[in-house]
């Protein structure tokens, strides 16, 4: 009986331990930029854009999520996406994926999003 309980024991600190290990790799990472009112105009009269990164890096697994708000009056590209006047675009990705293209509001005009695998993953490439 003994040697019972100390394997239930066992078992219920392994499965406590896995939870809490298994829960370090939950973290939720929200990257989040706004296109503030009149970003087009001011394209359109030669000042720069929104100040944005060349390279957004986002992971799979890890629940990152990334939001665009666009507080203009105008539909902006953002890659392969779109984000309409006064709207929010909000995109968690399911796989590793590399976008390229342009960006609307970018102050070079083009976009980049890199999305790693889970650093978990360890299936056979």
Not at 51 to 58: A, E, K, M, S, V
Not at 63 to 76: A, M, R, S
């Given at each position: 009986?003994?040697?019972?309980?100390?394997?239930?024991?066992?078992?219920?600190?392994?499965?406590?331990?896995?939870?809490?290990?298994?829960?370090?790799?939950?973290?939720?990472?929200?990257?989040?930029?706004?296109?503030?009112?009149?970003?087009?105009?001011?394209?359109?009269?030669?000042?720069?854009?929104?100040?944005?990164?060349?390279?957004?890096?986002?992971?799979?697994?890890?629940?990152?999520?990334?939001?665009?708000?666009?507080?203009?009056?105008?539909?902006?590209?953002?890659?392969?996406?779109?984000?309409?006047?006064?709207?929010?675009?909000?995109?968690?990705?399911?796989?590793?994926?590399?976008?390229?293209?342009?960006c609307t509001f970018h102050q070079d005009e083009h976009m980049r999003i890199v999305v790693n695998p889970a650093p978990w993953d360890?299936?056979?490439?």
């Open positions: 009986m003994k040697i019972l309980s100390i394997a239930g024991g066992a078992v219920l600190l392994l499965i406590a331990l896995s939870w809490f290990a298994f829960g370090q790799f939950q973290t939720i990472r929200t990257v989040k930029y706004g296109i503030p009112q009149g970003t087009q105009q001011s394209l359109e009269n030669g000042r720069p854009g929104v100040q944005f990164p060349d390279t957004i890096t986002l992971t799979v697994g890890l629940k990152d999520t990334i939001i665009i708000e666009n507080q203009d009056d105008v539909i902006h590209v953002f890659g392969p996406f779109v984000v309409g006047p006064h709207s929010t675009l909000r995109k968690r990705f399911d796989t590793p994926v590399v976008y390229e293209g342009a360890f299936s056979a490439e």
